[in-house]
């Protein structure tokens, strides 16, 4: 399975990585990538326990919210406004 990551995941990933050979504390990891201790300890055990994937986006590759609305509800405008629209 191939990989992508975003610019920032690749960054994320190389001070996750230092962070995970004691090379770097929590705190400064935290700096280098804009996030607080406590993210960077939550990013540590998923990095930890799924390798490089484990920092990919969940919601990458599935369509966004307004999408998924409309998919479930159709589309935004009702039928018969569409109907009436034509009419004039």
Same mark, same amino acid.
């Given at each position: 399975m191939e990989l992508r990551m975003s610019r920032k995941e690749r960054d994320r990933l190389k001070v996750v990585a230092a962070l995970a050979e004691r090379r770097l504390r929590q705190r400064a990891a935290? =700096? $280098?990538v804009g996030l607080s201790e406590r993210q960077v300890r939550r990013i540590l055990v998923r990095y930890r326990a799924e390798g490089d994937a484990g $920092?990919?986006? =969940?919601?990458r590759g599935r369509p966004g919210g307004q999408a998924q609305q409309q998919e479930r509800h159709g589309p935004k405008r009702p039928q018969r406004a569409v109907s009436l629209h034509r009419m004039e």
């Open positions: 935290g =700096r $280098l $920092l990919v986006h =969940r919601a």
